[in-house]
T-cell receptor, first 108, second 118 residues
Framework: SQQGEEDPQALSIQEGENATMNCSYK?????LQWYRQNSGRGLVHLIL?????REKHSGRLRVTLDTSKKSSSLLITASRAADTASYFC????????FGAGTRLTVKP | DAGVIQSPRHEVTEMGQEVTLRCKPI?????LFWYRQTMMRGLELLIY????????DSGMPEDRFSAKMPNASFSTLKIQPSEPRDSAVYFC????????????????FGPGTRLTVL
């Protein structure tokens, strides 16, 4: 069963704008990860944030985690057309559970 | 390293036939995961192994599905008999106990096998 739920399901923005995607989950976690999936390809790991961390940066990515609200957000700054993909959050307890994903379209 | 290797990349079969999907994890990884992805259900974890031992198979939909990992470099997911509702993309992923890049728990996905059951 799915653990994380991404919001929105789909997001369309112009190149250069920022994209924010949210993830909510149900149970306590050890860490939360974000993955990207280009159409027809496997998932690629982007960033991991541990349950005792509140914010993490990696290049144009910024992830926040609020364990009290059981939610996380992924911010992509200065988006590019190449960022067009589906983005999934995954929560780690004893195993890994993925959400349904947010489909991001960045228009050139 | 070539990454996680899956074969075949595409499989078209008829209902009732046996289907075997194959996966070669990244050398040295301790964990191997099988996922199924469909538009309706998203990405579902079917089963995962640690050091070749199945740890959690609660995601396996029914007895028609079975998975084995006879050694550290090979795993199979078998569907017998196959049904049209099994049509999906099946991903294999592997994960090290600890990783140099990405930190622990990072999973590395294969390209997937697109299964179509007619």
């Amino acid at each position: 069963s799915q653990q994380g739920e991404e919001d929105p399901q789909a997001l369309s923005i112009q190149e250069g704008e920022n994209a924010t995607m949210n993830c909510s989950y149900k149970t306590s976690i050890n860490n939360l990860q974000w993955y990207r999936q280009n159409s027809g390809r496997g998932l690629v790991h982007l960033i991991l944030i541990r349950s005792n961390e509140r914010e993490k940066h990696s290049g144009r990515l910024r992830v926040t985690l609020d364990t009290s609200k059981k939610s996380s957000s992924l911010l992509i700054t200065a988006s590019r057309a190449a960022d067009t993909a589906s983005y999934f959050c995954a929560t780690r307890t004893n195993d890994m559970r993925f959400g349904a994903g947010t489909r991001l379209t960045v228009k050139p | 390293d070539a990454g996680v290797i899956q074969s075949p990349r595409h499989e078209v079969t008829e209902m009732g036939q046996e289907v075997t999907l194959r996966c070669k994890p990244i050398s040295g990884h301790d964990y191997l995961f099988w996922y199924r992805q469909t538009m309706m259900r998203g990405l579902e974890l079917l089963i995962y192994f640690n050091n070749n031992v199945p740890i959690d198979d609660s995601g396996m939909p029914e007895d028609r599905f079975s998975a084995k990992m006879p050694n550290a470099s090979f795993s199979t997911l078998k569907i017998q008999p196959s049904e049209p509702r099994d049509s999906a993309v099946y991903f294999c992923a592997s994960s090290p106990a600890t990783a140099v890049i990405g930190g622990p728990d990072t999973q590395y996905f294969g390209p997937g096998t697109r299964l179509t059951v007619l």
